[in-house]
């Protein structure tokens, strides 16, 4: 069995959003990836990045930068 760890997972409202995200990230070296909205978490869109919890401030300051919109950005289990 898989063993779980806290993950940061920043949610959108839309996914030309989280795509944006992605190729943002992309461009800029940021951990992470895309995936399926974990079940835990509800939000408007169907897709999450996902990245280690202790990126949180530093995605914090990137998204205000590449002017990102997110929905919700937790720490959860997955």
């Known amino acids: 069995m898989r063993t779980k760890k806290p993950q940061l997972v920043i949610t959108f409202s839309n996914t030309p959003e989280a795509i944006k995200m992605e190729k943002y990230c992309q461009e800029h070296q940021l951990p992470g990836r ?9 939000a408007g869109c ?7 919890p202790d990126a949180k401030e530093q995605f914090i300051e990137q998204l205000k930068q ?5 929905e919700q950005m937790q720490i959860v289990e997955l």
Do not use: D, M, V, Y
């Open 66 to 70: 590449g002017g990102i919109s997110w």
């Open 46 to 52: 169907g897709l999450a990045w996902k990245a280690e």
């Open 34 to 42: 895309l995936i399926p909205i974990p079940s835990q978490i509800t």
